[in-house]
């Protein structure tokens, strides 16, 4: 009798790359009632995954378990009480945990139906990223139009999908950081005045161009970015802090950069507030998940905004669940220009390729 198996992603301690382990797993998932099982066709690779990894993501379970906060999919099981979801729907799923895996159980409330001619490693490009960068400029940032935006790790998956927002928005002057080699694919998603922060001192090169400074700031950064932020901001500018990207520094947890973070954080009294005439905000999607409501409106809206071409994801590169390593290794080392995606299906081995190599001497020969 055939044993039913599934590919699971599984974090088995805290460290390097080599804690993400693939497993086999036995069984099928089984929906409770108001749950949906998906078979997983992408995932995506958050920099919160990499935080999790080295046990710097607190909303998580402890290992072993699977990381994964967003995939897309078809549904294949449709659990008691679920009315508005049936076998064969592709969907996009947005959930705390234990996303990358072949098939998951979820909340049907945690699954959006996907429009037509989007593919499946754009569906799981979109719920982190783009509601991240939806709800920081427009719910918090309140984004009109002629306003000034500093987006840094503008080449990022957060940083592509606010610069697409941005230019949803009429006349918004978009600053982004990344390094040069990045410059002219962020140019041509639409930031106006790309900084290579690597070379030259962004605050300087903001204040040549935007000597009052800007509206809204978006800050992943952490530590003594912060404070840099803040102070480029123009009276009624909003600075929205949602990571802290300074600690990361390596494989493993660096403590000298988590203590140097730390001892920079910033911190302001309501009168200073008052005075510079300043919003400081924070966002974390991982403690929205009592509010999912808001989550649900804003993947509505982003939706229609890919309906309409507003907005489409820019995929990086895909890897197969045996290939995370790498995956982690190249958002880490901040080589990816958009989104990571691992796909769960098997990689697939390519015989043909070496019995060509053992043709072509042959052919040398004659």
């Known amino acids: 009798e055939d044993v039913v198996t599934y590919r699971s992603l599984v974090l088995s301690g805290y460290g390097g790359y080599d804690k993400v382990k693939l ?35 607190d909303r998580l379970p402890s290992p072993p378990f699977s990381p994964g906060m967003e995939c897309s999919g078809v549904v294949e099981i449709v659990g008691e009480e679920v009315t508005d979801r049936k076998v064969g729907d592709k969907v996009m799923v947005l959930n705390r945990s234990g996303m990358w895996q072949e098939v998951v159980a979820v909340p049907a409330s945690h699954t959006f139906i996907m429009p037509e001619g989007m593919t499946f490693e754009e569906a799981a490009a979109i719920p982190v990223n783009y509601v991240t960068a939806y709800m920081m400029l427009f719910d918090f940032g309140n984004l009109r139009p002629n306003q000034s935006v500093l987006i840094h790790m503008a080449a990022g998956g957060v940083g592509i999908a ?26 041509e998603v639409g930031v106006t005045h790309p900084i290579d922060y690597r070379t030259r001192d962004y605050v300087d090169e903001i204040r040549k161009i935007s000597p009052k400074g800007l509206d809204v700031i978006l800050d992943p950064l952490g530590g003594s970015d912060t404070h840099k932020g803040f102070n480029l901001l123009r009276p009624m500018g909003k600075l929205i802090t949602y990571g802290a990207a300074n600690v990361l520094t390596g494989q493993r947890k660096n403590l000298l950069a988590m203590a140097k ?61 045996e290939q995370v390593g790498d995956a982690m290794r190249r958002m880490q080392e901040r080589h990816n220009i958009g989104k990571i995606i691992l796909l769960p299906e098997p990689k697939k081995e390519e015989p043909k390729k070496e019995e060509e190599k053992k043709e072509e001497p042959k052919k040398e020969e004659n």
């Open 23 to 57: 497993q086999v797993k036995k069984g099928m998932p089984s929906p409770k009632a108001g749950e949906v099982v998906v078979r997983v066709k992408a995932c995506g690779l958050n920099f919160a995954d990499l935080l999790a990894r080295q046990g710097l993501y």
């Open 162 to 187: 606010a610069t697409q927002l941005c230019k949803t928005v009429k006349d918004v002057t978009i600053f982004g950081t990344s390094s040069a080699s990045k410059h002219e694919t962020i140019s």
């Open 261 to 321: 973070t730390w001892y920079n954080q910033f911190s302001i009294n309501t009168m200073s507030l008052m005075h510079a005439n300043k919003a400081v905000c924070g966002y974390h999607l991982g403690y929205l998940d009592n509010e999912f409501e808001m989550v649900t409106e804003v993947v509505a809206k982003l939706l229609d905004l890919y309906k309409q071409g507003k907005i489409k994801p820019r995929v990086d590169s895909t890897y197969h669940f």
